[in-house]
């Protein structure tokens, strides 16, 4: 039998490897870590005769299991050898473990052992932060974000905006352009087609024949709630980044205008355009209670851009002035008699860059005017709702709650 055969000789290879996987190297290493690949159980890692067979069906799920444990073994051991210098790490070697983590995170036989291997690409991003290994691993988490389960989904979503916030300090120009308009913005339209193709998805029933069977809560319990709450994740992941890089974007961006003499507009202002068009389809999204969360990450993104934009940065929104501070009683309500000093115990230190001013604004005018278009989006629907017997939508006035706090929030930034 085959699986039994499979079964036993990874058992045999799992033994010999413990003793003496430090010493695989060049071929040998990368002709198991190939073979591990194919016994994972994903489809996609047959791509020739000899492994026609079909190692997705249910009996092969111990071997997929046994290939994992060994794959992670010869993992561990490369992670731990990788040189210094990750620019003279062999190519063919990291390419094969790149593919192996991936086919273990699009089989279908374990949704365990499909997170753990997502994680995997991170640890290896972090170890081997070399161009060529990033772009690698971004887009393969950006292929897993599509994934139908929405567990490893989610996961990857996380993994990939958690892997461009932790290694984006050594992100060059040309990195940041395409982390930003080909990975990201892709995983978002990914993300937005699968929304659609799921609207009229049933009820997510769990159709395995497993004795125990997990509840899905009432919000996650059809395929349209569940990849909204992956796009909740993707919208909240772009806040991350651009709180943490708005500042170093704007620079980079501002720079490789200054050096082709100002001839070429900034690359930053259409990928400005492109979050602000995300994230105002977002807050515009028509549906029931499942989209406020998605409503909700979208009015925050739109006004983040601006705060982050404004002169002053979104830092001014911390500053708070203290009750007994610059404070008299007038009328009843406290007032300010002068200008509060800023408390630079509560500001974060963080490295000066050379900023474009007349870049900066114009970022901010662009911000301003989605926030004037999601303006009359909703004046148009309060006109459609005055004339509806059924009331104010309980969700609308939730979004318009949210609004008025993000718009104090950005008052502190402008004032």
Known sequence: DQVDTAETGLKALHVVLEGSVHSLSGGDLVTIVRTLSLLSGYIGSQNNEASSIDRSSKPWANVSAHSFQTFKLIFDEYLESLPDSSETADTETRVAMIDCCVAFGRSQHDVNTALTATGMLWSLADRDSSSETLDIVLSNLALLSSDSRPELRNCSVNTL?????????????????????????????QISSGINGAEDTGVAEDTSKDRYKVAVHHTRNSASKQWAATQVLAVRGLERVLRQYFLRLLSTASSASQSSGGSQQPWLIATWKEILAISLDCSKLVGGRETLDVRMAGVELIVLCAQLSCKAGIVAAGTTARVGTNMEVVGGALRSVRTPTRDKKNETSTPTLPVDDALRHQLFELAFATMDGFRQHLEGNGAESSNDNSGTDSLLTQVLTKVMGELAKLYECCK
């Open 161 to 189: 905006f958690s892997c461009v916030v932790g290694l984006g300090e050594r992100f060059t120009e040309s990195q940041w352009k395409r982390s930003l308009n080909d990975t990201i913005f892709g995983v978002m339209k």
